[in-house]
Nanobody, 123 residues
Framework: QVQLVESGGGLVQAGGSLRLSCAAS????????MGWYRQAPGKLRELVAV???????NYADSVKGRFTISGVDAKNTVYLQMNSLKPEDTAVYYC?????????????????WGQGTQVTVSS
């Protein structure tokens, strides 16, 4: 069993900052890619930022220069520092991890999602 637990969402005024955290736990062998997606009401879920085990990052154009993803640290945690927040950043933010796990049957690979955390930016 693998779980992703997010924290750090909330309400902030435009121009403010928030820091999201996502901790992966369970029978994890290795984490290959970890990142954040978001979904606003009436819109499709979209990539925000991802980071590979080698430290490579990729950002949505809309957040470049404002958001920074970091991790994965020794606690299997990834962080998203969000600065200069805009009302259009309002969404539910989901943590995502592509990882290898181990079980009684050996090793496997899968993709996991967190439960989501609400980020609301007021104008």
């Amino acid at each position: 069993q693998v779980q992703l637990v997010e924290s750090g969402g909330g309400l902030v005024q435009a121009g403010g900052s928030l820091r999201l955290s996502c901790a992966a736990s369970g029978s994890i062998f290795s984490i290959n890619v970890m990142g954040w997606y978001r979904q606003a009401p009436g819109k499709l879920r979209e990539l925000v930022a991802v980071i590979t085990s080698g430290g490579r990052t990729n950002y949505a154009d809309s957040v470049k220069g404002r958001f920074t993803i970091s991790g994965v640290d020794a606690k299997n945690t990834v962080y998203l520092q969000m600065n200069s927040l805009k009302p259009e950043d309002t969404a539910v933010y989901y943590c995502n991890a592509a990882l290898d796990y181990y079980s009684g049957y050996g090793r496997g690979s899968s993709v996991y999602w967190g439960q989501g955390t609400q980020v609301t930016v007021s104008s």
